[in-house]
């Protein structure tokens, strides 16, 4: 039986290693689909403007671990399906299978006027190196930090990721003693930014960049960017660098797979993480819309969960059983400073957020290592 995974990161390698949990056998040959055979450690882009981290320390090679894993590593990417699934089409020729994952992850809305040439989306590791490299040749001036969501799907949006961009910024500044010579300016079409995070996260952000000094421009629709700023309805932002994460969309191959997609854009999921529709086609994290409470995020610890499921989820189809494993929805994230994070998390039950500390900030740089040791280590 063959099982294909589109995507080599987060979600991609939790289903692996659930998929060979399973198969103790070896009957099931797996085959990935991805541009490159690294596995990139995304939430360590925040430190990449500071110097804290560079290229090299947020990637690791995956070839070992796919032979480790007996995975067949196929080197493109995917731009389409064909057969309701059973065939994905790729840059490197078809590939057939008998259950599918798509674990490519999103994309990011990049249609206000100028947003191509005025602002970086540090969000990609290109922005956030050139991000580091204005920021270590400017000697003052005016910085603004903004995010925004897709307004045909609200839990498309990655918000917390530019509070700690900004955060980091800022200490950086101050570390250097340059921080008087710099005014910054966080922005969002949002009233409300972060709300997902839960109403005393809002509060709690609003008030520590009030005590940094930093400036707000909130709830008016972004008009466009220009080299010397933001422009709002409710007026110009001055800005010498921009940094601004858009709303998230789908990759622009879903729309030739034949799959539903939702509003905004994303392959449309069930709560068995199974493609609308389809016979064995799953999904799992930032390429997924998926059933849940109204503050689901798009999180790597969320495609972990939503991957594994699907693996099971395969796994149980392939040997003529029908598909039953759900995944829980959380939201945990720790908003990083550099010196300090706070740990906000919310659950169906329940939801919790603790001071800035300085543990918070260690377990982050722990989380880091945790995730990247496994693929470093021989073992
Ligand atoms: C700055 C930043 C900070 C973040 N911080 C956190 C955090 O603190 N905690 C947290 O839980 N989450 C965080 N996230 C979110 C997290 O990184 C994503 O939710 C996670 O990466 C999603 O995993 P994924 O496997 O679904 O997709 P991705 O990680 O995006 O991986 C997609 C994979 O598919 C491959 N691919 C892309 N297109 C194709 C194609 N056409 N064909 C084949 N392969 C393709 C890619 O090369 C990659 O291997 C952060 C994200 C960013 C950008």
Redesign the pocket.
């Known amino acids: 039986m063959n099982i294909t995974i589109?995507?080599?990161?987060?979600?991609?390698?939790a289903a692996i290693r659930r998929i060979k949990q399973h198969d103790l056998g070896r009957s099931l040959n797996i085959t990935v689909?991805?541009?490159?055979p690294?596995f990139?450690y995304?939430?360590?882009?925040?430190w990449i403007p500071t110097g804290s981290r560079t290229r090299d320390q947020i990637h690791v090679s995956l070839l070992d671990f796919f032979e480790r894993m007996g995975v067949h590593y196929v080197q493109?990417?995917?731009?389409g399906c064909e057969g309701g699934g059973r065939t994905v089409l790729?840059t490197a020729g078809p590939i057939t299978n008998d259950a599918l994952l798509i674990?490519?992850?999103?994309d990011y809305l990049r249609k206000a006027p100028g947003i191509e040439h005025n602002a970086l989306i540090?969000?990609t590791l290109n922005d956030?190196e050139r991000a580091a490299d204005i920021l270590g040749r400017m000697t003052g001036g005016n910085l603004a930090f903004g995010f925004a969501g897709n307004p045909n799907e609200p839990t498309a949006i990655?918000g917390?990721?530019m509070f700690?961009?900004m955060f980091c910024i800022d200490n950086y500044l101050r570390r250097i003693r340059q921080r008087k010579h710099f005014s910054i300016t966080f922005f969002s079409p949002m009233a409300e930014p972060g709300k997902r995070m839960g109403p005393a996260a809002v509060k709690g952000l609003l008030a520590t960049m009030k005590k940094r000094g930093i400036h707000t421009h909130l709830g008016h629709k972004i008009k466009g960017f220009k080299p010397n700023g933001v422009e709002t309805e409710k007026g110009h932002i001055p800005s010498d660098m921009t940094l601004f994460?858009p709303g998230m969309t789908g990759?622009p191959?879903f729309a030739k797979t034949g799959f539903p997609l939702s509003p905004g854009g994303f392959l449309q999921a069930d709560a068995l993480g199974r493609v609308e529709g389809t016979e064995r086609v799953y999904v799992?994290?930032?390429?997924g819309s998926f059933p849940g409470p109204e503050w689901r995020a798009?999180?790597?610890?969320?495609?972990e969960l939503q991957?594994r499921a699907a693996a099971d989820n395969m796994v149980l189809q392939l040997s003529g059983r029908p598909a039953k494993q759900t995944f829980r929805t959380e939201l945990?994230?720790?908003v990083?400073t550099e010196k300090t994070g706070i740990l906000v998390s919310r659950f169906p039950r329940f939801g919790m957020i603790l001071p800035p500390l300085y543990l918070m900030h260690l377990v982050?740089r722990g989380?880091e290592w945790w995730s990247l040791y496994p693929f470093r280590s021989a073992f």
């Open positions: 589109v995507g080599a990161n987060f979600a991609a390698l689909v991805a541009p490159k690294e990139f995304q939430p360590s882009l925040i493109a990417r995917a731009t790729t674990a490519s992850g999103g540090p969000c956030a990655r917390g990721p700690e961009f994460i990759q191959w799992a994290g930032d390429a798009k999180q790597a610890h969320m495609a991957a945990i994230c720790i990083d982050k989380l």
